[in-house]
């Protein structure tokens, strides 16, 4: 079973917002979670919907694909820029960056359907 992966670093938004997004997809297929991200109302619906399709570039096989695994991580903080605090203090603005990868897999194929058992009646 192969796997696609694809990575996105230092993307600006706080990994707490971005987390939002990537649970709604995780273990859906490829199709559904492209459905998925088009019309959700968030600002990192279009950055992983993008992602998800360059992960779905890199795979061999473009059939049967799964969302197996999607991580958001914390990235590095910028914190140059700051304000006034209460009593003449100098509190941080801290602008958070996330880390974003998705690994998708083949699905396991689907079992046959099991025929219904019929009980024959005794005589």
Do not use: C
């Amino acid at each position: 079973m192969s796997e696609a992966k694809a990575h996105l670093k230092n993307y600006r938004q706080s990994p707490r917002k971005v987390r939002i997004v990537a649970d709604l997809v995780r273990g859906k297929s490829v199709e559904e979670a492209q459905a998925l991200l088009a019309f959700v109302p968030k600002r990192a619906a279009l950055p992983i919907e993008k992602l998800l399709n360059s992960a779905l570039a890199n795979a061999e096989s473009k059939e049967n694909l799964i969302v197996k695994e999607i991580r958001v991580d914390a990235g590095a903080t910028l914190s140059r820029r700051g304000h006034l605090s209460y009593r003449g203090g100098w509190g941080r603005v801290k602008k958070r960056t996330s880390q974003v990868s998705v690994v998708l897999a083949e699905s396991k194929a689907k079992s046959k359907k099991a025929k219904p058992v019929v009980k024959k009646a005794k005589s």
